[in-house]
């Protein structure tokens, strides 16, 4: 494993975004200048993120306008989701995760990174699997 590559999913990117718990693990991530990678997924699953709290009054528009630019800005090195679903639909079928989960999973394996996320039930899932080296939930500091 590279321990200066990861991949972060959305769920990561969100809690250093909006400040939620584990937000100084996720923004060190992020600043660290470390090689981060993620799927072209996580461009829509953070607009998504962006639009639910903009729907809850949590945001307004021009806060969330703001935020999705800065996701454009983020360090990350983007795979498209196409080079990945071979592997990906594999990786779903045998660990019965979503398609969504396992894109981040797949690039993770693909460049021998780990998998920081949020998701306490993805990590807690592939716990014991071989898979478990390549996630990591934000909370652990591994």
């Given at each position: 494993?590279?321990?200066?590559?990861?991949?972060?999913?959305?769920?990561?990117?969100?809690?250093?975004?909006?400040?939620?718990a584990?937000?100084?693990?996720?923004?060190?991530?992020?600043?660290?200048g470390?090689?981060?990678?993620?799927?072209?997924?996580?461009?829509?699953?953070?607009?998504?993120?962006?639009?639910?709290?903009?729907?809850?009054?949590?945001?307004?528009?021009?806060?969330?306008?703001?935020?999705?630019?800065?996701?454009?800005?983020?360090?990350?090195?983007?795979?498209?989701?196409?080079?990945?679903?071979?592997?990906?639909?594999?990786?779903?079928?045998?660990?019965?995760?979503?398609?969504?989960?396992?894109?981040?999973?797949?690039?993770?394996?693909?460049?021998?990174?780990?998998?920081?996320?949020?998701?306490?039930?993805?990590?807690?899932?592939?716990?014991?699997?071989?898979?478990?080296?390549?996630?990591?939930?934000?909370?652990?500091?591994?």
């Amino acid at each position: 494993m590279n321990p200066k590559s990861h991949v972060l999913d959305a769920s990561t990117v969100a809690v250093a975004f909006f400040q939620e718990a584990h937000a100084d693990r996720a923004v060190r991530l992020l600043a660290g200048g470390g090689v981060l990678h993620a799927p072209d997924l996580i461009y829509a699953e953070l607009a998504n993120v962006i639009w639910k709290r903009h729907g809850r009054g949590e945001i307004d528009a021009d806060e969330a306008a703001q935020l999705l630019n800065d996701v454009r800005r983020l360090p990350l090195q983007i795979t498209s989701c196409g080079d990945l679903v071979a592997s990906v639909l594999t990786l779903a079928l045998t660990t019965g995760r979503s398609v969504y989960d396992c894109l981040y999973l797949a690039l993770a394996v693909q460049t021998a990174s780990v998998l920081v996320t949020a998701d306490k039930r993805l990590v807690n899932a592939l716990i014991d699997t071989p898979l478990a080296s390549h996630v990591a939930w934000i909370g652990s500091e591994s």
